[in-house]
C-alpha cells in the first residue's frame, strides 16, 4: 500500500503474529490482506457476500471490562482491516499445519471424510474450531448451528457434522445409541440376506490424537495492554479514497457523528459492506465505534430490558436466553420470538458480525428481527451532542417515514424492549427457501393485547417483511380489528383486510406474488391459532382450544443433528494388510485441506508482471453492438489494456463457441471484453466504464415455448423407439397426457472458475493453471485461439475446488479468453471469476420441458409411452447435443414398456450456454417418467411404488436402444430400499399422521434408478498412465484423470499399490498435465476411476513384469533392492500405461446400440413432512441402496453418493435459477440462490453399498459419481405424496401437475385452500412478471 500521511498506525496480530499496518486503507477487507498481501491462502473467497462461509477465520477480541477474551468467526470477506485494530485474528494456518502441528479439528475432519475437493474445508475447520474455543465439549446442537453458514457443494455434510461430533462430550454419532447398542462398536455386520459382511466404520476414532482445549494458542498480551491503555485516543486511517475513523469514547462519537453527518456507523458491516460492493455505494468517510464500551450492554429492568447497539446478533441471543431463564414465561413472548429468529437468520458467522443497531437501522426490508420489535412495541434510544432521546421502532420508522427517522448526526444507544405481559401474546413467522441462512420470502411480527381475562382484542399489530421495499405495517387493518373478538369470524374479516391493506402488485420485484399474498394470510392464521392455543392454556373453561387436527401447524419443524449408518462390503479377511483396495482410505489430499495447505490456482503466488482480468459481459439478449467505447477504461490508473474481439490472433468462433463477442451478442453475460491491470480493483473499476451501444435485435428466445415456437434449435432429434406405439395406444385402458416442467441448476462449485495463463518467452508456448475437467479441450481452444499449434500449449490441473461439469467445457472458453489478453499484453494473466460473473457467464444444468402419453392398462401396466423431450440449450452448441443423446437414451430408467418411443432435441435461446452437469440429463429426464408412472398409479388407485414394480425390468432383457443387460442388481436395490427402510409400516404410519393433521402432512416415495457409465463413442473411453519408478524406490504417478474432490487420486494410488505391491507412502500423484499423458478424454460421466485405473493398472503390471526377474532371483529382497538392481540392469523403470476403452457403439440412425458399457443401478426411499401453510418441507429420512459392485474405497463412494444425493435434494426442492422476461439472471450468488445447507440434509441418513460383480471394470468397481444426483428425486417424489395427501383431504382428487424444483412456492400453492382461494388473482395479459420460467 503506498504511504499517506496523518494515518495511524493499525495494530492487530494474525496467528500470534504483530501486524503494523502504517497506511491502512479502509477499502481492504481482511480476505484480500490476508490472501494477498500477508500470502495466508488457507482463507479462501468464494461468494464475497457472506453467504458461503469459504472465508470465516476466527476473530478474538480482549474485552477490558469484563478482563474476558471473546472467540467469535467472522466472513473475512466483509470485515474491513481498519475494524481490526487491536483484534487478533486465527486463520486456518494458524490452528495447525503439517509442517508444525495437525490440529484435532483438521485431522478428524480429514479422517472422518468430511473433505471432497476441500474448497469449503478451512472455513470448516475454522467454525468448528472457534466453536470449541468457547465451548470446549460442545453439543451435537451446537456444532450444527455452528456449521449452519458454511456452504459445501461436495460432501452433502454428514461426515462434517460427523467430525464436529467427535468432540461432543459423550459420543453422538450413532443413532442407535440409546438402544443399548451402538453400530459402531461391531467391526462387522451381517447385513444382507446372503450374509455378505457388512462394515459400517468408514474411520477408526482411535487413531484420533486427544483434543487438549489448554493447549490453543494465548491472546497477544501486547493486544491486552492495547486493550487497557488508559491513554487511548481516537484512530484515523486514510486510504487512498476513504478515511476511517475509531472514536475513542462517546463523545467523541458524537463530535464524529455531527461533523460527518452522512458518514455511516461500520459496525459489522453486513449491511454496509454489501452495498459498497454489490450496489457501488461510494462513502469518503466511515465512523466505527466497534468496541466502544457504551454501546455494550444490558440492562435489565422490572419492566423491560435495554440492549446496548453494539451487541452482535450473537451477544443478543445470549443475552435474551439469560432473560428468557430468569423471567417467569408470560413476560418472556417477545424474547422468545426473537430468540426463534435468531437461531436462522444468516450462519454464525454473520450473527456474530451483525449488530443490533446496524440491524435496526439499516432496516431490510427482509429483517427478521425488526417486525417482532415494532410488534412488541420496541423503543431505540438515541443520542447526539443535542442530548438523548427516544424514538418508537414502529411501522413509520420501519417504512422510513422522514418524521420517524433518527438524525443524520443521532446515534442509537441502545434498543429498549419491553417485557410481554399476561393478556398479551407476541409471535414471529418466517419462511424462507431454506430453514437456515436465506432471506425470509415473508415474515412477520405479531402482537395482540386483550382486555384482562378475556379475548376482546384491545391493541393488535402486525408487522411483515419481504412484501414491499421496506417492512410494513397493517395499522389499518388492526385498528379496525380493536374491540373484536378472537374467533373464526374476525379472522377472516382479518384476512381480507389486511390483503386490502398490503398489496403487492403483480410484476413486483422479488416474483412470487400470488405466494406472498398467501403468506400474509397463511401467517396471519398461524398466529391467530397460536393466540387460541394460549388464550387456551390461560383459561380452558373460557377459551375453546384449536381442533387437535391443528395443532402441528403451530410450530416450525425443529432443526435437528443429522445422523445415519453407511454401510458397505468389509475387505476379504484374507487380502494382504499391505493392499489398500477395498479399504475406506481417506482423501489423499484432505489434512492439506484442512490445514489449509492444498493449493488451488488463485492459492498460486503472485507471478513477476501478473495482471489481473475482469469482464464487461452483455447486457442484452439479442442485440447489434454498435459502439465499444474503452477510452474511459484505458485512462484509469492501473489499466493495460482492454481486449476485445479483434485482438484474437485465431478462430474467435471455434465450433460454434464465440470467445469475445463479435458485431452481436447473443445473450445475456457474453464476454464482450475483458480488462486486464495491475489489480482485480483496478481492473473491475475500468471494466465498469466500458461503454458498449447496442441496437436489439428480434427475435430474443428465452423460453423453450418460444424455442419451439421460432423453430430455434441446436441440433437434429434424437430418437429410440421400440414395439409399434401408435398400434398399442389402441388396445389399452387407459390414456394420459401430460406435461413436466424441470427448471435448470447452476453448478455452485465452490472454486470459481480460475485460470491463470503464463505466456512464455519462447516458441510461443503458453502455459495454463486452471481447474478444469477437460484439459485437452482447454488446449485445442486456446490453439485456435492464438493460431499456435497445441504442443505449444501447457494446461496444469493439481486440483479443482469442485465441478460438477461445470469444468468441462467452459474452462476452455474462458482459457481462450485469458490466453488472448496474455498473447496481447504478453503479461501472465490471472483470471478469477467472482460469484456473480461465473453464474452469469457459465450457466449450468438444462432445464427441460417433458410431454409424455402414456396408454396403460387398469391393473397399471404400461403398454405404450410417447415422451418428448425439450432443453434449453442456450446460444451456443456446448454440450447439448450431447446431453440430449444421454438423455433419450436414459429415458426408460428402470422400466420396461414393450412399445416406447422417446424424442429429443435441444433448442437454441438467448440464455447463457448450458452446459453438462452431473447426471448430464438423467435427473431431468427422469422425472418425466417418474412423473407419468405417479399419475398412472393415481389412475389405477395403486400406488407409485406398486406401479414401479409392476413395469420394473425383471429379467435378463434389452433395453429399449436393444442393450442387453440383466437386471438383478437393481431388483436387490429395489427390494432392499423398500424392506430396510420399512417402506409398508412407514407409509401407514404416514397416513395414519395425516389423518392426524390437517396442516401438516408427510409424503413417502422410492425411486428405482438405472443409470449408465461412460460413453456412446467408444474413443471418448480411453485414458493413458504414466508411471516412473525412481531409484529410492518412489512412485510417481501421472494419469488422464483431474482431482475434482472425486476421490480420484486417492484410487488411483491404491490402484498402483496393489498393482506394485508396495505401500501406499511409495506412491505419490501430483498434478494432471498435458506434457505428461497428451489428448486425455474429459474427466466426467463417472468413469474417472474406471479408466484411469486401467490405465495405471496397465502401466504398472507393465513394470511389474520388466521387475519379475530381477525379483525372482532374489525372492526375499526389498523393493527398493529391486529398484537398484533393475536399474543395473538397465531395465527401463518408467512406462506410459493404456486403457483403450470401452466397446460401446450407437448407432442414431437405427435408434440402437450397445451405447454404455455398464449400467449402474440404486433405490433410494425418503420421507418428508409438508408444512401446508407455508410451503417448508423437512427431510426427515432417506435410505439409499446403491449398486456398487466392488467398491474400491467406500469412503470415496460412500462420499460421492451422499454428495451427489444432496446436490440432486438441492436441484429438486430449493434450488432456482431466476430470470427476467429479457433473459437476465437475477441468481448470481449465495443470497439468492440457495443449495443445500446442513440444515436441508435428512435428519437421518443411511447408506448402504450393495456388492454385485462387474468383472468388465476394475476390481469389478462400478462408476458412482453422478448416481445419486436423481436418487433425491425420492424427495421430490415424498414431497408430491405429501401433497397429494393434503389435496385429497380438501376434496381435490384429480392429477396434478408437479413440476421441478418443488420450492415452497410450489408446495404453497398446490396445496390449494381457503387462502389460496381468497387472494386476488392478476389476469396474465395486464402485466409482465418480475421472472419467468425457461423450461
Ligand atoms: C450473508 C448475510 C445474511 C443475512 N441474513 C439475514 C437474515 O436471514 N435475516 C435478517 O434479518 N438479516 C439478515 N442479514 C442482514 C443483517 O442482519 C444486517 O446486515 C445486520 O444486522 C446489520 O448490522 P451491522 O452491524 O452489520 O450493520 P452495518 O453494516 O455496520 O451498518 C448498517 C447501517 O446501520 C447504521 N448503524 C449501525 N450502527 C448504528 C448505530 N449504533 N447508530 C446509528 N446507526 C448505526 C450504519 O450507519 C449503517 O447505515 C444478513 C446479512 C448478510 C451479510
Ligand atoms: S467468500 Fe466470504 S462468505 Fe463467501
Ligand atoms: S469439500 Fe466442501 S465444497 Fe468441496
Known sequence: MPSLSNSDELIFCVNGRKVIEKNADPEVYLLFYLRKILHLTGTKYSCGSGGCGACTVMVSRYDPKTKKIHHYPVTACLVPICSLHGAAVTTVEGVGSIKTRIHPVQERLAKCHGTQCGFCSPGMVMSIYTLLRNHPEPTPEQITEALGGNLCRCTGYRPIVESGKTFCAESTVCQMKGSGKCCMDQEEKSFTSRQEKMCTKLYNEDEFQPFDPTQEPIFPPELIRMAEDPNKRRLTFRGKRTTWITPVNLNDLLELKTSFPEAPIIMGNTAVGPSIKFRDEFHPVFISPLGLQELYFVDSTDDGVTIGAGYSLAQLNDALHFIVSEQPKEKTKTYHALLKHLRTLAGAQIRNMATLGGHVVSRPNYSDLNPILAAGNATINLISKEGKRQIPLDGRFLEKSPEANLKSEETVLSVYIPHSTQWHFVSGLRIAQRQENAFAIVNAGMSVKFEDGTDTIKELQMFYGSVGPTVVSASKTCQQLIGRKWNDQMLSDACRLVLDEIYIPPDAEGGMVEYRRTLIISLLFKFYLKVRRGLNKMDPHKFPDIPEKFVSALEDFPIETPQGIQMFQCV???????????????????????????????????????????????????????????????????????????????????????????????????????????????????????????????????????????????????????????????????????????????????????????????????????????????????????????????????????????????????????????????????????????????????????????????????????????????????????????????????????????????????????????????????????????????????????????????????????????????????????????????????????????????????????????????????????????????????????????????????????????????????????????????????????????????????????????????????????????????????????????????????????????????????????????????????????????????????????????????????????????????????????????????????????????????????????AGMFLGSSVLFAIYDAVAAARRERGLTKTFTLSSPATPELIRMTCVDQFTDMIPRDDPSTFTPWSIHVS
Open 572 to 1266: 476379504d479377511p484374507h487380502q494382504p494388510l499391505q493392499d489398500p483396495v477395498g479399504h475406506p482410505v481417506m482423501h489423499q489430499s484432505a489434512i492439506k485441506h484442512t490445514t489449509g495447505e492444498a493449493v488451488f490456482v488463485d492459492d498460486m503466488p503472485p507471478i513477476s508482471q501478473e495482471l489481473f482480468l475482469a469482464v464487461v459481459t452483455s447486457t442484452r439478449a439479442h442485440a447489434k453492438i454498435i459502439l465499444i467505447d474503452t477510452s474511459a477504461a484505458l485512462a484509469l490508473p492501473g489499466v493495460v489494456d482492454v481486449i476485445t474481439a479483434e485482438d484474437v490472433p485465431g478462430d474467435n468462433s471455434y465450433q460454434g463457441e464465440i470467445f469475445y463477442a463479435q458485431n452481436e451478442v447473443i445473450c445475456v453475460g457474453q464476454i464482450v471484453c475483458t480488462v486486464a491491470a495491475d489489480t482485480y480493483a483496478h481492473a473491475k473499476e475500468a471494466a465498469k466504464k466500458v461503454r458498449i451501444v447496442y441496437e436489439d435485435l428480434e427475435p430474443r428466445i428465452i423460453t423453450i415455448e418460444q424455442a419451439l415456437e421460432h423453430n430455434s434449435f441446436l441440433s437434429a432429434e434424437k430418437k429410440i423407439e421400440q414395439g409399434d406405439v401408435e398400434q398399442a395406444f389402441k388396445y389399452v385402458d387407459q390414456i394420459i397426457e401430460g406435461k413436466v416442467h424441470v427448471e435448470g441448476q447452476e453448478h455452485f462449485y465452490m472454486e470459481t472458475q480460475t485460470i491463470l495463463a503464463i505466456p512464455q518467452e519462447e516458441d510461443k508456448e503458453m502455459v495454463l493453471h486452471l481447474g478444469t475437467q477437460f484439459q485437452t479441450h482447454v488446449q485445442e481452444y486456446v490453439a485456435a485461439a492464438l493460431n499456435i499449434p497445441r504442443n505449444r500449449i501447457a494446461c496444469h490441473t493439481k486440483r479443482a475446488g469442485g465441478a460438477f461439469g461445470g469444468k468441462v467445457s467452459k474452462p476452455a472458453l474462458l482459457g481462450a479468453v485469458s490466453a488472448v489478453a496474455a498473447k496481447k499484453t504478453g503479461h501472465p494473466i490471472r483470471f478469477i471469476l467472482e460469484r456473480g460473473d461465473d453464474m452469469l457467464i457459465t450457466a449450468g444444468r438444462h432445464p427441460l420441458l417433458g410431454k409424455y402419453k402414456i396408454g396403460f392398462m387398469n391393473n397399471g401396466v404400461i403398454k405404450a409411452a410417447d415422451i418428448e423431450y425439450y432443453i434449453n440449450g442456450g446460444c451456443s452448441p456446448d454440450e447439448s447435443e450431447l446431453v440430449m443423446e444421454f438423455m433419450v437414451l436414459r429415458s426408460e430408467n428402470a422400466y420396461y414398456i414393450p412399445n416406447f418411443r422417446c424424442r429429443g432435441r435441444p433448442c437454441k435461446t438467448n440464455l447463457p450456454s448450458n452446459t453438462a452437469f452431473r447426471g448430464f440429463g438423467f435427473p431431468q429426464g427422469i422425472v418425466v417418467g417418474e412423473a407419468y408412472i405417479t399419475a398412472v398409479a393415481s389412475q389405477c388407485d395403486l400406488t407409485p411404488e406398486q406401479v414401479k414394480e409392476i413395469n420394473m425390468y425383471k429379467r435378463n432383457s434389452r433395453t429399449a436402444h436393444k442393450q442387453t443387460f440383466n437386471p438383478e442388481p437393481l431388483r436387490r436395490c429395489w427390494k432392499e430400499c423398500l424392506e430396510k427402510s420399512s417402506f409398508s409400516a412407514r407409509k401407514l404410519a404416514a397416513e395414519e399422521f395425516n389423518k392426524k393433521n390437517y396442516w401438516k402432512k408427510r409424503g413417502l416415495a422410492a425411486v428405482p434408478m438405472k443409470f449408465t457409465v461412460g460413453m456412446p463413442t467408444a474413443f471418448y473411453n480411453q485414458a493413458a498412465a504414466l508411471v516412473h519408478i525412481y531409484l529410492d524406490g518412489s512412485v510417481l504417478v501421472s494419469h488422464s484423470g483431474c482431482e475434482l474432490g472425486q476421490g480420484l487420486h486417492t484410487k488411483m494410488i491404491q490402484v498402483a499399490s496393489r498393482e506394485l505391491n508396495i505401500p501406499e507412502s511409495y506412491i505419490h500423484l501430483s498434478e494432471t498435465n498435458t506434457t505428461t499423458v497428451s489428448n486425455a478424454t474429459f474427466t466426467a460421466g463417472s468413469m474417472g476411476a474406471d479408466i484411469n485405473g486401467k490405465a495405471v493398472q496397465n502401466a504398472c503390471q507393465i513394470l511389474k513384469a520388466r521387475l519379475e526377474p530381477v525379483i525372482r532371483k532374489n525372492p526375499r529382497g526389498t523393493w527398493e533392492a529391486w529398484i537398484s538392481e533393475a536399474y543395473k540392469e538397465s531395465i527401463s523403470l518408467s512406462t506410459t500405461g493404456y486403457f483403450k476403452g470401452y466397446q460401446t457403439n450407437m448407432d442414431w440412425k437405427k435408434g440402437e446400440g450397445n451405447a454404455f458399457p455398464y449400467f449402474v443401478y440404486g433405490a433410494s426411499c425418503s420421507e418428508v413432512e409438508v408444512d401446508c401453510l407455508t410451503g417448508a418441507h423437512k427431510l426427515l429420512r432417506t435410505d439409499i441402496f446403491m449398486d456398487a459392485a466392488f467398491s474400491i474405497n467406500p469412503a470415496v463412494d460412500i462420499g460421492q453418493i451422499e454428495g451427489a444425493f444432496v446436490q440432486g435434494m438441492g436441484f429438486y426442492t430449493i434450488e432456482e435459477l431466476k430470470y427476467s422476461p429479457e433473459g437476465v439472471l437475477y441468481s448470481r450468488g449465495p443470497d439468492d440462490y440457495k443449495i443445500p445447507t446442513v440444515t436441508e440434509i435428512p435428519e437421518e441418513f443411511n447408506v448402504t453399498l450393495v456388492c454385485s460383480q462387474n468383472p468388465i471394470a476394475i476390481y469389478s468397481s462400478k462408476g458412482l459419481g453422478e
